[in-house]
């Protein structure tokens, strides 16, 4: 895989602030910055984070923030610096444990200045949400919500492209997010310094997860009735938006993939789908393929075996290896994928198609085999070490494809030999035009469409009935 490694929530070089008090440095931008200069301000190291915390600890490996009680009651705040801007103006956590009591654990935006002994919203130059009560504060005033639950999706973002002028003070609507879907929203004036993604705690046992910032669409931008999600059976670090998928994970190693698998498979009458990139992406690391019902939701399609995939940033089809083969061209932002199954003329669903016992029982027998667990040990490895995701693609003389490519074509060699339902072939296109074939057995329950993201900011819209008139 080429190009840079994405950009993680919490970069290696993050520099850690945990002054008290007034005497901290200001590292901040321009004093008199204006929301126009908010909107076009890039900073210069986008690699750079500056974190402004006390009472609450980031764990750097998993990304989560956990509450750490000193004794003397006050909240923890971790403030996170560069602001949000246009093409980043939205961050979102995921909701490990909300720990007990009420009011005490928030999600918002803060200025750079904001105290660190006082919950988001309390102050004029703070927003927060109440994930325990679903209420949102500014400046001590609350407007009530949804509560939230373990395992939710929280997230606060700022619409800077409609920003209104009132005299000296510039105003934006900021608007908060329950597992993809806006539910509250408040105009509010916006600091010198900008607004920066921040969580305020106050009890023991509250811990979130961080997710990568990126650009929010809402549905009511996409202009979409139909949320579309019913399309989808499985959805593992994706947002859905309208046609629109979002990914939503950590974009740090080959773990972090998304995975959207569409509800139902390709069948006669629907034989193809297609998906438009819309943003690639830090790396634009997007597959798009056919898998069997159970794939694994951590493996981009392609990877494993019962899938097949044409993958966007490096041209190459990947049938069941984690090793892919030269296929077709890059393909970048605007570009239109497109995945179907030319079934055969007598082909019927609910048919002998599958895996045989035969064929189940050999995969079995390789995956207990010592390259399979080599292999599993090897990924563990790169997820618990943080590897770099641009790792994926291990050049020739890599531990990987030393000992993985010959096993994996061995165990394709076994299973060719006890194949027994119908094979059919799979054809990929790119702005309509076919670019390649392959033929496959189809696995038991059908293929499905897939859809495997792995770097931060991707969208892709897809259509899964694209030949339906």
Known sequence: MDGQPPIPPFPFNIRRQMYKGRGR????????????DIRQNQHANQHQLNVWQERVLLRWRDDTMVYVPDGSGKPGVCIMEPQLSLGQNYFEVEVINVGLGKDTLRIGLASIDHRLDSHLGEEGN?????????SMFFNGAASASKACRNGDRVGVGIRLEEVMDEGITEKCPVFFTLNGKEIMKKVIPIPARGMCPAVSMCAAGQIVRCKARSDWTSQEEEMVIDSC??????????????????YAG????????????AQKPLSPTNHYFELEIVDPGKNCYIAIGLAKKDYPKKRHPGWNFGSIAYHADDGKIFKGSGVGDPFGPRCHKGDIMGCGIMFPRDYKMDSDDGDSDDEVAIV?????RGPFNRFNQLEHRLAHDNFDVGIYDFPDDDE???????????????????????????????????????????????????VGMLSLDEKVRVDLRPLSG
């Open 25 to 36: 440095p200001q590292i901040i931008p321009p004093m008199f910055m204006n929301a126009y």
């Open 126 to 134: 703070s927003v927060g949400f109440c994930i325990n009560e679903g």
């Open 229 to 246: 999600e019913d399309d989808w059976g499985r959805l593992h670090d994706v947002t859905v938006h309208g046609q629109v998928l979002a």
């Open 250 to 261: 950590r974009g740090k190693t080959i773990a972090d993939v998304g995975l959207a698998q």
């Open 364 to 368: 079995k027998e390789w995956q207990d």
């Open 400 to 450: 990987y494809e030393e000992y993985l490519s010959d096993e994996e074509e061995e165990l394709e060699e076994y299973i060719d030999k006890v194949q027994t339902g119908t094979k059919v072939q799979v054809f990929f296109t790119r702005n309509g035009t076919t670019i390649g074939r392959r033929d496959v057995q189809i696995p038991a329950g059908g293929f499905y469409p897939t």
